[in-house]
């Protein structure tokens, strides 16, 4: 991709592209065309944000423009809007395709590339029978400084440092640092850091410094 003499922009097929920028390429590997989140879109290769642009003079000089001319895209200057607008400059643009992309934009995949990453890497957990009458089902990951005691954690579970957890059942969930949970059932969840959680069955999407009582 580097050694390349062309700008190149990396690409992976999705499902519904209709999240993301779509690349329409050519016979030649060129992209032809590129739309921001279309509603209809004419191709499933979604831009992933690896780009490597040579004509950055005429990528700003697009920038400027759509800035100038008030082309949004979604209500947003989008870069897939720029680089199009170089392609119509005479700019030529190669697809490269990308084996493996975490996209983390969106809770359900964050928490897909989580557990991915988790099974990829095989991390260990320290100590693991410190944990007071806890089961631990890997792959997990927990931070330095826990206290984990009468729970069930696993399978897909990365746990932030200094996080206090009790009597709760936690599995398929990232947990941010410094947070306290209790007597909680958690599955397909994000809970932010410094946030302390109880009571009842929930799939959260929790920001940090946040504080719920459940029960």
Known sequence: MLDNPHSMLGVKKV???RNFGVAEIDENGFISHMVEKPSI???NMALVGIYKIKESDQMFQCLEDNILHGLRSHGEYSL???LDCMIKMGVRMQAFKVENWFDCG???TLLESNALLLK???????DE???E????????????GCLVKNSIIGPNVAIGENTTIDYSIIKNSIIGSFSNLFDIVLDSSIIGSDSDLRGESRSLNIGDNTSIDLG
């Open 80 to 82: 897939t809007d720029a």
């Open 106 to 108: 969106r809770k359900e």
């Open 129 to 131: 029978n410190k944990y």
């Open 120 to 126: 990829k890497f095989s991390p260990t957990v320290k």
């Open 15 to 17: 499902d519904d592209p």
């Open 41 to 43: 879109p004419k191709s």
């Open 133 to 144: 009458n806890t089961v631990i089902i890997h792959p997990v990951s927990i931070g330095a």
